[in-house]
């Protein structure tokens, strides 16, 4: 499963004013690797994402995509050069509104390419196909639901083949059905074009379905500061981590709470 | 304390105040509850009792109390405990609002640098001006504007001319009403409500699409994709607004002058009178010192329209308090350069 490193997280750490998201966070993911990145509400999951994409820059450490660092000095030269080979889908999908599904997967083929419109367009159309919104082309974002919405988000993501997609939760909120059809998207997309994946989620059923590797993130009680409390196999860790918080989040093992 | 009935948030409202100084006067000896004539209580009526207890400042002893309510208090406890360990936002500091107002100023010129920096690699990046949403936002903001601008104009210059023909009249001076209505149309006027109507109509709309869009993860989804948001968002909203203004402006102008020339004719004034007045009297100077105003104020507008929704913070208000800020900041911006204007071309004696 292992091959290059895509991406080496070293140290990061983020502030916001006094108060510490999380600190000392580092891990690396390989060539076609599906990583996720667990933790509960508030853990960081998302302000980690941020980093990894350059919407954040972090208050410590160094941040290294495609061999490049894209943090430090000359970060953003490294930053835009990586953007081109990375893929993002954001929780909501961000869609543009005032563009089609189609108009939204063209968009990165007529920015980054000589394709002439009509290869823009049938480039687009395979991309809705492959994610299931083939007769959904023309429809504006505010027409559809939120699982389409992601799936388009995943369509326009990968509209230039990117080696690297990372998606901010794609399953949250999505009943178990639509959920189970990501899933199957993500793995087949793996299979198909060999992208590494960085996953946000916390849906249990997604992680243990997908990832080969996945870190947790926690704050709060049982660290300080909030960090990497476990990194694996995500079904290693469910049968024998021994982390209270870990035990919690895969097997619905809360630590007694002083209720009565 | 002895209570009895139902403690639900429906019932405990009367007896919250009295039972709290109850409670704070008792401060020191010992507490109970004696809650055998209590029927029911709720998590709102552990609430209160709990409330009660930190008002007195120990815990109380129950007596009687219903089988669920120890349980319900122990929970309301550990509750208000949690909530009081939490720490407070701090309050800021005078320093803090300086550094704050400072950063929006900074944050302002930054925009400008921005705006002037993508103009620059527009080269570079010509594909990302995209030509159908320039002509989107003519349409939006010039040519839907036009039957109001009209309006306006026409319904300013009757009633300038109205107002202004009434005292002229007694010095004999009402065809001097024609100079003095297109003057101050083609100067001042004219750019001046072309841009409050731009501020109101286009400024706040510029404001509430690019909100939304940053709300919707839409702009960092841009940013992502290594597009950027400056060439491919405000540039053509900003360009838009200036192609526009002076169109607007002229318009506005000419309707306002119909508009005299309408109050005028009620006067018996025949109108190559009046155009005469106003072709003796107006010069192309007049008119191009006015439209250069219009073409700065659309770019003024627009400008801070795109900045109040690309600075909008999380959530719907936010965008509801950048439009707000659109209107407000483009008309007092436009009125600010007009006064510049003014001593500028005074200065300069145009």
């Known amino acids: 499963m292992t091959g290059d490193t895509i991406i080496r997280v070293d140290r990061v750490a983020q502030r916001f004013g006094t108060r510490s998201v999380f600190r000392n966070v580092s891990f690396t993911i390989h060539q076609r690797e599906i990583f996720a990145i667990l933790g509960g509400s508030g853990s960081g999951k998302s302000t980690l994402m941020r980093q990894l994409i350059g919407l954040l820059t972090p208050s410590a450490g160094r941040i290294e995509i495609f061999g490049r660092t894209i943090t430090g000095p000359h970060g953003d030269v490294a930053l835009r050069e990586v953007q081109r080979k990375m893929g993002v889908m954001f929780q909501s999908g961000a869609l543009f509104g005032s563009m089609s599904l189609l108009e939204n997967v063209m968009l990165p083929l007529e920015m980054f390419t000589d394709l002439p419109p009509e290869g823009c367009e049938a480039v687009a159309r395979v991309k809705l196909g492959l994610v299931g919104l083939g007769d959904a082309a023309s429809l504006n974002p505010a027409e559809i639901s939120g699982g389409m919405a992601r799936r388009a988000g995943i369509a326009r993501a990968m509209a230039l083949d990117p080696p690297l997609l990372l998606l901010d939760e794609p399953s949250a909120g999505l009943d178990p059905i639509t959920s189970a059809g990501l899933d199957r998207l993500i793995l087949d997309l793996r299979q198909d074009l060999g992208a590494t994946f960085v996953v946000v989620t916390h849906e249990l059923a997604s992680i243990l379905a997908i990832a080969d590797r996945c870190i947790m993130l926690d704050r709060g009680a049982y660290s300080d500061a909030g960090g990497v409390i476990a990194e694996g196999d995500p079904r290693q860790l469910r049968d024998t981590s021994l982390h209270p918080r870990v035990r919690a989040f895969f097997r619905r093992e809360l630590p007694a709470v002083a209720a009565a | ?243 526009v203004m002076p169109v607007l402006t002229l318009t506005l102008d000419l309707a306002g002058m119909l508009g005299m020339a309408t109050v005028l004719r009620g006067f018996g004034f025949p109108l190559v009178t009046i155009a005469m007045q106003v072709q003796n009297w107006v010069t192309t100077h007049d008119v191009y010192g006015g439209l250069f105003k219009a073409v700065c104020f659309g770019i003024a507008v627009a400008a801070i329209g795109c900045r109040a929704g690309l600075g909008t913070g999380l959530g719907p208000r936010a965008v509801g308090l950048s439009t707000t800020a659109a209107v407000v900041g483009g008309i007092v911006a436009a009125i600010v350069l007009d006064g510049l204007f003014a001593l500028i071309f005074y200065r300069l004696d145009l």
């Open chain 2, 1 to 243: 304390m002895v209570f009895a009935g139902r403690l639900d948030a429906a019932s405990i409202g009367p007896v919250w105040r009295p039972a709290m100084r109850a409670a704070g006067r008792a401060r020191g000896h010992p507490l109970s509850f004696d809650l055998s004539a209590v029927s029911f209580s709720d998590v709102a009526g552990a609430g209160f009792l709990a409330a009660v207890e930190a008002a007195h400042g120990d815990a109380a002893q129950l007596i009687g109390a219903p089988e669920h309510v120890p349980a319900l208090l122990v929970r309301a406890r550990a509750a208000a405990h949690d909530g009081a360990t939490g720490e407070a936002a701090p309050r800021p500091s005078a320093r803090d609002v300086l550094a704050m107002a400072f950063g929006l100023a900074l944050a302002s010129v930054a925009f400008v640098g921005e705006a002037a920096f993508a103009i620059a690699r527009l080269p570079t990046r010509h594909r990302m001006l995209r030509w159908s949403d320039l002509l989107r936002y003519i349409d939006q903001a010039g040519v839907r504007a036009l039957p109001l601008v009209l309006m306006l104009g026409y319904l300013i210059g009757l009633i300038l001319a109205f107002q202004s023909a009434v005292p002229m009249r007694r010095f004999g001076a009402d065809i001097f009403v024609a100079n003095l209505v297109a003057l101050s149309l083609v100067r001042e006027l004219g750019p001046l409500l072309a841009a409050v109507i731009l501020a109101g109509r286009t400024g706040s709309a510029f404001a509430a699409e690019i909100g939304t869009m940053k709300v919707n993860e839409e702009v960092d989804a841009l940013i992502t994709m290594g597009l950027d948001p400056m060439t491919m968002l405000v540039l053509p909203r900003i360009i838009a607004a200036m192609l």
